[in-house]
Each structure stands twice: as structure tokens, then as C-alpha cells.
């Protein structure tokens, strides 16, 4: 098979596949064709892709030459054109979002591979881009949060006096919670953290965070270890809760997330009015509306001295570990869909494959899929 890696358009620093990660490709059999400067804005050049044995050329020749191509977003409308029936395309898709190119490109006989669709089962583990993704977000929201905040993390007892350690608020302890809970205690914060799924209790306080737990949470053990929409009744004594601790933070990191729903809103705009001019907010689940009430996706906003951050393209500011990452993840499901040669064989007996395929031989495949849009 030939893989093909395409350059990102618009604001993307992250590159699919890293030269690194060429080699590894090469290893199982595969030839590697990368666009030119495909990988600048990781940080690899050209040359670095042609020592680990790919071909640099022009996009249109990329895309004519492979038979499955790899991007980080999925290369939208002008190139539709360009692919062929039979091609595979392998990316982040968002299902929702990009459903119209998605139609066009069953109806071309395209297959669409969705990396954000790999199931969450522990086989598929090694090939979960949305983890890899959250653990850059958690890190990254933290060091943002920490150079904007007008004070120290740690506790210091120095000379000129003592300075109290930072009080951070993590709201979701999921992938990029854990990871925001532990890179804010190893610059000496003192964290809070609410979730709605009790399993995450011990994993917190290993960390060193303090669960406060809120009564009356409903789990679901259907939901497939993701949180599920509360009552109005638990809502509003976790957002009191929320906003007592909230008043005495100064950093708060949301990540709360339901799956396939707008986010929580837990965080108020009256609370914000109450919180201490200087403090940060980072809202990581700004994209799907946000768990502040005063967060705008994209946009920095600063209300009564507090910094509203609402970002979600921390991965693209760290591009190199990113990249990294992502095409580490790519390979692992790879393995599961070549054969000892180097051919692509798409199982769609195999639950990864299945669940992870968009559309193949001009049919939705993928059950998330065909849920998201709302196909029979
Ligand atoms: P996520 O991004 O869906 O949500 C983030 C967190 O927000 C979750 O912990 C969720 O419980 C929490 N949350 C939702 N509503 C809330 C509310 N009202 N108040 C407070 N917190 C709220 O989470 P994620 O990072 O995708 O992880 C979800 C689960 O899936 C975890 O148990 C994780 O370990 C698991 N997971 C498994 C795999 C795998 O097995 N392959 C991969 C990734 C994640």
C-alpha cells in the first residue's frame, strides 16, 4: 500500500505523521508519500522525511498517487474533486460539522476513516486520538492558566515573607482533567476537583487533588464509563458548591464534558462577578458551548479582572509532542488493518474497524455515525 501524508490548511501546526514515524511505517511494508512541507509547522522539513525513505512531492500528485491518505483535519471541500472511488481517507472528522463533505464523499465512493470514532475499549486504547489530544489540552491549560495568573503556584517561604500556594478548581476529571489535576500539583497548587463519576474518587486523590463530592450523582453504567445529563435537583446543589469554591480559587480548569450533548454549564456568570480580579478560567470544553457561563469559544475575554480563556487547539500550540502522539496512534490502528505484506485489509467484522468507519462503499458504516446525522 501507499500511504499518503497530506499538509494541513488553515491555523493546523500538527502533522499527521512525523518522520520518526515514517520509518516505523516503512518497517511494515508501506511506501510513504509526504506533500511538501507537509510537516514545517511541527518542526520537520522536508529532508528529515526523505532520510526515513518518503517521497516530498506536490498535493495533487499526494493524493493521486496513494491509496489511503492521513491528515490531522479532514481535507475539505476543494480537494473532494481530487479523491477517487476506492481511496481512503484517515482523519479527525467531526461527524456533525462536516456532514455535508462526508455525504459527498460516500456518494464519490470514498471511505472515511474517523479518528475521533476509534471505540473507547481498552484494545483500542493504544489508538485513541481524543486521549492523546486531552492529555496536550490538560497540560497546556494549566501552563497557560499559570503564566497569566498574577501570582506563584507553589508555596514560598522566602525572605520577603510567605506566599500562599494557588488554589486551582478542576471541573471533569476525565483525560485532560487528570492530566490538568497533575501538572497543577507538580507546580505546588493546592486542587479541588468535581466530577459526576464517582469511579474517578481514588484516581484524584492519588494525584494529590481533594474530590468534593456532590450527592445524588446519576451514573450509568450503560454510558459506557462516560458521565450522563444530571437532575435539576443535583445541577443546582453541585453548582452551589461549584460556586464556593470557585469564589476562593484562583485558577479554574473546566473540562466537563457529556458525550454528544453541549456541555455542563457549571460555573455562572454571577460567580464570575464574585471570583478574585486576576484569577484565570480555562474553558477546554469551549467548542461545545463551554462550562462557564461567560466563555466564548476562540476568544479570550476578561469580566469583573478575570481572564475568560475559551480555547480548544492547545494541541496545535504544541505540535511536535502532538504530532507525536497522533501518529503513534495512527500506526497502532494500522496494525490491525494490513496484512504482512502491506496491504489494507478494512475487516468490518473487526469492532474498531466497524465502529471507527465513516462511510465505505458509498454506505455509512459506523453506528455512531449514522446516530450523529440521524440515518437509518
Ligand atoms: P470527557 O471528555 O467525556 O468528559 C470529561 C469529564 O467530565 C468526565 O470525567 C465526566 O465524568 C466529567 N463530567 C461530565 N459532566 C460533568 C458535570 N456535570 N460535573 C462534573 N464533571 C462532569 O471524558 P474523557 O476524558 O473522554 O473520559 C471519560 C471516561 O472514558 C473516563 O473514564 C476515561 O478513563 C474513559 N476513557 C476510556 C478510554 C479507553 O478505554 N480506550 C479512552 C479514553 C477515555
Redesign the pocket.
Known amino acids: 500500500m501507499t500511504i499518503g501524508i497530506l499538509k494541513e490548511t488553515g491555523a493546523e501546526n500538527r502533522v499527521a505523521i512525523l518522520p520518526g514515524e515514517v520509518a516505523v511505517l516503512k518497517k511494515m511494508g508501506i511506501e510513504v508519500l509526504v506533500e511538501f512541507h507537509a510537516g514545517e509547522s511541527a518542526f520537520a522539513d522536508d529532508k528529515l522525511y526523505q532520510a526515513a525513505g518518503a517521497l516530498t512531492l506536490e498535493r495533487k500528485e499526494v493524493i493521486a498517487r496513494s491509496e489511503m491518505l492521513l491528515a490531522v483535519n479532514p481535507p475539505l471541500h476543494d480537494d473532494i474533486a481530487l479523491f477517487r472511488e476506492g481511496q481512503v481517507i484517515c482523519s479527525v472528522l467531526n461527524p456533525v460539522e462536516n456532514s455535508k463533505w462526508l455525504e459527498e464523499a460516500r456518494k464519490q465512493g470514498i471511505s472515511v476513516l474517523a479518528l475521533d470514532l476509534?471505540?473507547?475499549?481498552?484494545?483500542?486504547?493504544s489508538?485513541?486520538i481524543?486521549?492523546s489530544m486531552?492529555t496536550v489540552s490538560g497540560y497546556k491549560a494549566v501552563l497557560e492558566a499559570a503564566s497569566l495568573l498574577p501570582r506563584f503556584f507553589p508555596m514560598f517561604m522566602s525572605a520577603a515573607g510567605t506566599i500562599k500556594p494557588a488554589r486551582v478548581l478542576i471541573?471533569?476529571?476525565?483525560?485532560?482533567?487528570?492530566q490538568a489535576i497533575a501538572v497543577a500539583r507538580k507546580l505546588g497548587a493546592i486542587v479541588e476537583v468535581?466530577?459526576?463519576?464517582s469511579?474517578?474518587k481514588e484516581e484524584v486523590k492519588s494525584l494529590g487533588g481533594k474530590f468534593i463530592e456532590?450527592e445524588g450523582?446519576k451514573e450509568d453504567a450503560a454510558a459506557?464509563?462516560?458521565?450522563?445529563e444530571?437532575t435539576e435537583e443535583f445541577?443546582k446543589k453541585?453548582q452551589e458548591l461549584?460556586q464556593q469554591r470557585a469564589i476562593a480559587a484562583d485558577v479554574v480548569i473546566c473540562?466537563?464534558?457529556?458525550?454528544g450533548r453541549k456541555?455542563?454549564v457549571?460555573l455562572l456568570g454571577e460567580t464570575i462577578n464574585e471570583m478574585k480580579p486576576g484569577s484565570v478560567i480555562v474553558d477546554l470544553?469551549a467548542s461545545t458551548g463551554g462550562?462557564c457561563e461567560l466563555t466564548q469559544n476562540g476568544k479570550n475575554v476578561v469580566v469583573n479582572g478575570v481572564n475568560i480563556i475559551g480555547k480548544s487547539d492547545y494541541p496545535s500550540e504544541m505540535p511536535t509532542d502532538a504530532s507525536k502522539m497522533y501518529g503513534c496512534n495512527i500506526i497502532n490502528l494500522l496494525k490491525i488493518m494490513v496484512d504482512k505484506n502491506g496491504n489494507l485489509v478494512l475487516n468490518m467484522m473487526d469492532d474498531i474497524i466497524h465502529g471507527t468507519t465513516a462511510v465505505h462503499g458509498k454506505e455509512y458504516i459506523s453506528q455512531r455515525v449514522k446516530q450523529m446525522l440521524n440515518i437509518n
Open positions: 476509534v471505540p473507547r475499549t481498552t484494545r483500542a486504547q489508538m485513541d481524543l486521549s486531552a471541573l471533569g476529571a476525565g483525560v485532560a482533567g487528570l468535581f466530577d459526576v463519576r469511579a474517578v456532590v450523582a459506557g464509563g462516560y458521565a450522563v444530571q445541577k453541585q461549584i473540562t466537563a464534558q457529556i458525550p456541555a455542563p457549571l470544553a462550562n
